[in-house]
């Protein structure tokens, strides 16, 4: 398994202790910028400033404040948040298994691949087991002074944690206006089902790549070697006002093209 451990836990359930480590299975690729001073093109740093007098605040100066909904700020010190973080342990502990169909992926945050540590028949006999009976964990546990719940999951052989979002950050549908117009004819539907059809396939992520990304690299590296690069932009189309049916024709018919040369 690629990458360096960030964590180390134990799987439990009932008298099960199951030894892992923590692997990120993310990797963060976006393209990140120096900020440089146009004069001399030093790099410039971030401080913290006094908005009346504009002088810098130094750190050991600075104070945690929480505002109220009543606009009172409320000081906070270290010594208080710090007795308010959950005791360090190692325990990763499975309170249920579920239905993975039972969570939507509204409530996934971060993956994590888990790999095993010290007792690797104990980890591949619980990936087995979730495999075979195509059940998720329900996982709790604490790491770097957090804690988290997240779905313990099969991913190719291997154990996969995914955190959850707790109740408090999810929006439900249910507080959006529901949509208004008119019914749709039958034609419509028909037409929406057959594009849906049409458009049909397999989940390829290699399809998908960060444009932008690509674009800024190619730039960078065409004016380190003396270059530059010139990009077209794309030219905005002005859209005609026509029928719901019309559209849904021309998408189908569109998809039906697309599927035949691929």
């Known amino acids: 398994m690629a990458g360096r451990a960030i964590w180390k836990g134990v799987i439990r359930f009932g008298i099960i202790a199951v030894p892992v480590k923590f692997y990120s299975a993310i990797e ?18 971030q401080k913290m400033v006094n908005p009346i007098t504009g002088e810098p605040v130094p750190y050991e100066e600075i104070r945690r404040g929480y505002e109220t909904e009543e606009g009172d700020i409320i000081l906070l010190e270290d010594e208080e948040l710090q007795s308010l973080e ?7 502990e499975i309170t ?31 990936a087995k ?12 546990w604490r790491m770097r002074k957090k ?40 034609q419509e539907i028909r037409m929406a089902e057959q594009l849906v059809r049409a458009l049909g396939g397999k989940f390829d992520p290699a399809l998908f790549k960060d444009e ?15 270059g530059t690069v010139k990009f077209e932009k794309a030219e905005k189309k002005v859209r005609k006002v026509v029928s719901l049916r019309d559209l ?15």
């Open 28 to 45: 963060d690729r976006k393209v990140h910028f120096r900020l440089l001073h146009q004069k001399d093109q030093t790099p410039v740093s």
């Open 86 to 92: 959950p005791e360090a342990s190692r325990d990763i």
């Open 96 to 126: 249920r298994f579920i239905d993975p169909d039972r969570i939507n992926h509204q409530w996934y945050e971060r993956p994590y691949h888990i790999g095993p540590d010290t007792n690797p028949e104990s980890y591949f006999a619980l």
């Open 129 to 140: 087991a979730l495999e075979i009976k195509q059940l998720e964990g329900l996982a709790r």
């Open 147 to 186: 804690s988290f719940i997240g779905a313990l999951r099969v991913e190719n052989g291997y154990l996969q944690v995914i955190t959850l979002r707790y109740a408090g950050e999810i929006v439900s549908a249910s507080e959006l206006p529901r949509p208004a117009g008119r019914p749709m004819e039958k």
């Open 212 to 226: 932008y990304r690509s674009r800024v690299l190619e730039l960078v590296e065409a004016k380190a070697r003396g």
């Open 248 to 262: 849904l024709k021309k998408s189908v018919q569109l998809a039906e093209e697309e599927r035949k040369i691929a």
